[in-house]
């Protein structure tokens, strides 16, 4: 019990250092553009198997999204016929609007603003002017914090949500992380999207009203505040992906957060070692702030040598696809992820899916990564993690870039699959008639 207490006092102290850094934090980069330069977009076709897309997903490309028998991938010419030389049939898409053709293109943004057709979505600073005024609306049920400071220094959001705020309940928690990849702005409205619908269902929905009361949520809305900045930074949107951490010895910028986890780090050509790509995944297992702080508040819910984080959505964007662990093998179980366990895993990503009409499969099926961080949920916590790529299926309806008239049903379209996870949050194996276990 004195633990607990330690560790809320210690997220609400947190409190006050957002809000003193919101203006602080409004110090953009100022960095030109990437070298995105001659990059374009293609769709690679007739991908039918997982080893496929790895291979493709191993060539250096930037991958966007993909399906069963496709990717799609940002690339320079160079690389693209190197992979047509190679037999791979690619087919040019048209850039997503508000991404200028050529780099250095006058544009209609202001620096550090979105563009023209996306004010729907939220800077940092509007997000946590937004974060603030929701939780001052709803003090009993809100609360806003920070678990610590990404590389840049911005103060990285952190807001719970429960029916007694301010008191550590022992009741089963929940994570929802958003923007681990810059460009995926959608995210960050998916996650604001759900503080406003509990906080806001919570004493009107009698099925909110029952979410609220039996758990503890924590939603880490904007977990690459660099990155997400940046992505703005010129007026019109950068593509980026990792964050903004430099890598010494190089001119290359960034480390890929979702392949900077600890569990089978580097293992298995999910990633690369080059801090020139795309999927860098650091120099070691959590070089990443913005990695290492999050392992470290899950940690620090470890209460009892339990674990009370019990289920986890990390949001990505493209592709409509539901994901399981583990990324790093295509096998269905491994050590320690058994059978009754792959299945629990497949039957609530399914009901998910049912509801939102994505596609569910095991993370490795669509192609291999490692250092994930539903891998590590998994491996380290046992939190039933999932990753969720959202809306759309393609550069063609806009890839990263989808505009604001989007967001609605958009983020409204998991609103099922939240209330399946949080509902089931108590016992993840009820759902294949399993003994609930740690
Ligand atoms: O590559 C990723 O980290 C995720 N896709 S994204 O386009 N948003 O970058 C997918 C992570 C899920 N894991 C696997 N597909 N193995
Ligand atoms: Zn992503």
């Known amino acids: 019990m004195p633990l607990r207490r330690v560790v809320v006092i210690a997220a609400l102290a947190l409190f006050a250092p957002l809000a003193a ?8 980069s100022t960095a030109p553009p990437p070298p995105a330069g001659q990059q374009s977009n293609y769709r690679v076709q007739g991908l039918l198997t997982a080893l496929q897309r790895s291979e493709v997903a191993r060539e250096g490309v930037d991958v966007l999204g993909g399906g069963r028998d496709y990717l799609e991938v940002r690339a320079t010419a160079q690389q693209a016929d190197r992979m047509r030389a190679s037999g791979l ?18 544009s209609l943004a202001q620096a550090g603003q979105f563009p023209l057709g996306y004010a729907g979505y939220h800077t940092y600073a509007e997000l946590t002017d ?8 709803h003090p ?14 911005r103060a990285l959001p952190l807001v719970k949500i429960s029916d007694n705020v301010g008191v550590d309940q022992n009741k089963p928690e929940v994570l929802f992380t958003c923007g681990q990849h810059a460009r995926e702005h959608l995210t960050i409205e998916m996650c604001l999207h759900i503080v406003h619908r509990l906080a806001e269902g919570y004493g009107s929905d009698p099925g909110i009203t029952q979410l609220v ?8 809305p904007m977990t690459n505040p660099d990155g997400s900045e940046f992505d703005i930074a010129q007026g019109s949107f950068a593509y980026w992906r990792k964050n903004r951490q430099p890598n010494p010895g190089t001119a290359d910028i960034g480390t890929d957060l979702n392949r900077n986890w600890g569990t089978q780090w ?8 080059n801090p020139a790509d795309e999927t860098y995944h650091g120099p070691g297992p959590f070089s990443a702030p913005e990695t290492a702080q999050i392992r470290d508040f899950v940690n620090s819910r470890v209460i009892g040598g339990r674990e009370q984080i019990t289920a986890h959505i990390d949001f990505h964007t493209f592709s409509e696809l539901v994901l399981w662990p583990f990324g790093f093998t295509t096998n269905d179980t491994a050590p320690g992820l058994d059978g009754a366990e792959a299945r629990t895993f497949q039957a609530l990503g399914k009901a998910m899916a049912a509801t939102n009409g994505y596609t569910p499969e095991q993370e490795s099926d669509l192609y291999i990564t490692d250092g994930a961080v539903t891998d590590w949920m998994w491996a380290q916590h046992h939190v039933w993690s999932y990753t969720f790529e959202m809306y759309p299926t393609s550069e063609l309806q806009g890839g990263f870039y989808p505009p604001d008239t989007e967001i609605k049903s958009q983020t ?18 009820r759902i294949i008639s399993a003994p609930c276990s740690t």
Do not use: F
Not at 93 to 102: I, K, M, S
Not at 130 to 137: C, P
Not at 140 to 153: D, H
């Open 140 to 153: 009993g049920q809100v609360a806003l914090s920070s678990y610590g400071r990404s590389y840049e220094g």
């Open 21 to 28: 850094t919101a203006a602080v934090s409004a110090a953009p």
């Open 213 to 220: 009361h039996s758990r503890e949520i924590w939603v880490m």
């Open 89 to 106: 049939n690619l087919m040019a898409l048209p850039a997503a609007p508000g991404v200028p053709a050529t780099p250095g293109l006058p």
């Open 130 to 137: 937004e974060l603030k005024s929701v939780a001052a609306a």
């Open 266 to 273: 580097a293992c298995c050509g999910g990633s690369s070692s």
């Open 412 to 429: 409204e379209r998991n609103d099922k699959a939240v209330d399946l996870l949080l509902g089931y949050a108590d016992c993840v194996p």
